[in-house]
């Protein structure tokens, strides 16, 4: 079975919204008056209404993701009509999540056993809720275990959205469950998109409505299977002008907390005291735009192809997953020892290089992990369902043949 090529370009943009998600955790923990969601801190110091925060800002990056993850795993089966990429995304999709997942939560559990987490003591010099709770990860009792972190990594995340060990695993939930959304839309999309379209945005809504009711996050992946139902096959090339404006208004509405402050006293006057949740159709309008101005300018592709994007997008996953346990260890420490030598905000200031630093030279172990992972699975996947793939092939030949014949005699 032929492997899909990966969207170099989108991968990048992935990598891009894991920094993101990296920056956004660092205030969170080092910088927590910066980020303008804890209560007792100056709100005028806070970075919430400044033009640029949809640039670090974590929650508008997850929601792309899931947007994200709704195109890139639909898009090639509608360009081939091929359903057995749906199939092999679909048999293939737990493992290839899990496998590296594991690794997270079971590094995480010697951390914990080993005494190398210093969350509480970093929580309680910078004033974070957020980090002395071990990103709110310690906010469930729970006694630290190999056997637990295993069967969280490998099951409980993905089933019941347990993520003590790691709390970017919160994600790992929607992530699987949104997958599968996709796959089975994608599949009832298909045969009516372009025969009765009207029937089509019909069974969009229905779906979009359900995920809504059982989270808004749950809809970001039916948006990304609409996009890669409607982009032309046949990619665009807007012009570059354009396709940066697109980026700039995406960039803007991800930086909206529902307040208007700053910037974004114009957008709150068109969208006034939306609840949180709600947020996260502004953020999915923005990742449609972001995904429809790389995947249509020709410059903007040819830029995120280039060898550094295709390796940001390899350290995507493995940054996302390593970060936290990195900032609650190595960054909490570098806080805890240089608190006492230097004034504020050098100590702060230190440990959020170092946690930067320190979380992509530990993504790399989970990046040739996660290589090596990716390709067992493949190559399993592909044992798994090639007798029937082959017997597709030949039913697909036979009709290809069948519809050449009666073309002949009507010649």
């Known amino acids: 079975m032929p492997h899909a090529q990966r969207n170099a370009p989108l991968e990048a943009l992935r ?19 910066k980020s303008g969601i804890f209560d007792g801190f100056d709100p005028d110091k806070a970075a919430v209404g400044k033009i640029w925060f949809g640039l670090i800002y974590g929650t508008p990056a997850v929601v792309f993701f899931f947007v994200l993850s709704g195109y890139v795993l639909t898009r090639g089966f509608f360009l081939s009509q091929n359903p057995f990429i749906i199939l092999r995304g679909a048999v293939k999709r737990w493992p290839r999540l899990a496998g590296t997942v594991t690794v997270a939560t079971l590094t995480s559990s010697i951390l914990f056993a080993l005494g ?15 980090l002395a709770t071990f990103a ?30 790691d709390t970017s695993l919160w994600t790992m939930r929607y992530e699987f469950i949104g997958s599968f959304i996709a796959f089975g839309l994608a599949l009832l999309l298909s045969p009516i998109r372009r025969l009765r379209p009207l029937v ?39 012009p570059t002008w354009g396709a940066v404006s697109m980026i700039i208004l995406a960039i803007y509405l991800w930086g909206y ?14 969208l006034p005291n939306m609840p949180s949740l709600w947020l996260s159709y502004v953020y999915m309008i923005g990742a449609v735009l972001m995904i429809v101005a790389v995947e ?28 936290v346990l990195v900032l609650c260890s190595i960054g ?26 320190a979380s992509m030279i530990f993504a790399l172990p989970l990046v040739l992990f996660e290589r090596w992972w990716v390709r067992l699975v493949n190559r399993e996947s592909d044992r798994l369902l090639s007798p029937h793939m082959s017997s597709y092939d030949q039913g697909e030949r036979q009709t290809h043949s069948r519809s050449l014949s009666k073309a002949s005699e009507l010649m």
């Open 15 to 33: 990598g891009l919204a894991a920094i993101i998600v990296l920056l956004w955790h660092t205030m969170l923990g080092f910088f927590p008056s």
């Open 116 to 130: 190398l987490y210093h969350y509480q003591e970093a929580g309680r010099i910078t004033g974070s809720p957020w």
């Open 136 to 165: 709110t990860g310690a906010m469930t009792a729970f006694t630290p275990s190999i056997w637990d972190a295993f069967t969280q990594g490998s099951y409980f995340t993905f089933f019941r959205g347990d993520a003590y060990y």
């Open 200 to 238: 089509a945005a019909a069974l969009l809504g229905v779906v979009a409505i359900l995920c809504h009711f059982a989270s808004p996050y749950f809809v970001a992946f039916p948006v990304g299977v609409m996009l890669a139902a409607l982009m032309p096959e046949k990619r665009l090339n807007i």
């Open 257 to 270: 907390t529902g307040r208007g402050v700053g910037a974004f006293a114009p957008l709150n006057m068109i």
């Open 296 to 323: 249509s300018t020709f410059a903007l592709r040819q830029f995120l192809s280039k060898r550094w994007a295709l390796l940001l997008g390899q350290f995507s996953f493995p940054l996302y997953l390593i970060h």
């Open 332 to 357: 909490s420490l570098t806080l805890v020892l240089t608190n006492s030598m230097i004034r504020p905000p050098y100590p702060n200031i230190i440990a959020a290089a170092v946690t930067i630093a």
